[in-house]
């Protein structure tokens, strides 16, 4: 099989550490520091993070690794990858995975919004007044904060816009300056603050019951709906099953080792996301707050955290900002797979694919934030549910495990082995030992796992 070698042609990652750093940048957003904790309180905690857990080692890894072995190898786009490798009625994976990038991007660029918001009320003190009120009180007035963000005609709207923006103007500076140097400096520093965040989690009087809400399982919380989130959440969080992976992939060096940056990454992911979780529900049970209440989860127990530290509105600030760059290094990840995609055809200019994407998202994204309108809801196909549910839901649990399943599929079964050997291996240099594990991991227990979650989701295996 011939591979061109288009290398020279494309700009990408300087060093090894600059790879796990944008992978990890990918990785790490509002995945952790909302969706995790949302999700937890919703699906029971430990018994669903074990679950989790268990699918981001099981599917997570081996789906990333396989996407940076097709991206380094074609050091292409994530849908043309497929006919570099002689493939090419295989770019429906990338199809699907930029299809789970859009509809990603569509909801999390209000959740995005809605971090903007919280840095402006940080920085204007707007929570200032929380510190001094009895615990119902407080509780009470920073959930009427919430829902004023959220549900504005305008105001949402105008963040989200805001959001897009920055993340076009970071992508018009190009992969190396933007991405690279943005998630080398700041990626250290989110994971010192949240640990400083869970820290002063672990002083508050319901850390006892959070401790045990988050690591002791209670197995009968396990059902198929239970287990088909984790599964999403796994993929979501590692942006595995979405071609982003494969772009990122594709500006990878020759001597960066595949296998142990999937691990890496990986496991600072869960770091970071347990983190959010030691930071965020010992306050929810200090102040009684329902652990099921949803995407206002965070926004609702953080400024309840920092109104009781010295210097809390400095921190919150530090907090919310960090948040919102997080948001929007992974929501560059996003962006990224799709605009190296139109661009790649040199029909449009990178930029024109830049301003093309961001306003699809944009006017697709409007659709996330009418809460209350009549817009709000999807009913196509018999669905009752949100816009926004739909495409969070459709995204994690269903475009990104399948597009899972093809990517490990392609590297195990169609792609030459010694092609998939000398990516894991580096020309036999490394992983020597790995790779025969590997290759029977991708080849079979990755994509029946995946299967099997579905066809027990669907109810068709109990
Ligand atoms: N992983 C990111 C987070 O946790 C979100 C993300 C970025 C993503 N790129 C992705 C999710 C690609 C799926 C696919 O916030």
Redesign the pocket.
Known sequence: MKIKNVVSEREGFSTKVASYFSSLS???????IW?FPVLTGLFGGASFIFCYIFFALLTGIPVMVSEYVIGRRTRTNAIDAFGVLGKPYMKITGVLGLM??LF?LFF?SSVAGWVYSYIGKAITGEFKGISNMPLDQANTVSQEIFNNVINGLMGPFLLQLLVITVVAIVLILGVKRGIERLSKTLMPVLFLLLLICAIKGLTQPGAAEALKFLFVPDISKLNSTTILTAMGLA????????G?QTTYGSYFTGSTNLVSNAIQVCIS?IVVSILAGIAIFPVVFTFHLNPESGPGLLFNTIPLLFSKIPMGGLFMTLFFVLTGI??TM??L??VEPVVAFLSSKKLLSRNTAILITSSLIAVVGFLTMHQGSYVNTIQLFGLNMSFFDFFNNG??NYL?PIAGILFSVTTGWMMDSTIFHDEITNNGTTNKKVYPILRIVIRYLTPILILVVFLNAIGILK
């Open positions: 990918s990785a790490v957003g509002l995945g952790n969706m789970g990038c990603i999390y993929f979501f969080k590692l942006s595995a099953g979405s982003t992911d997080a948001a992974a929501m990840s996003l995204s994690s990104l």
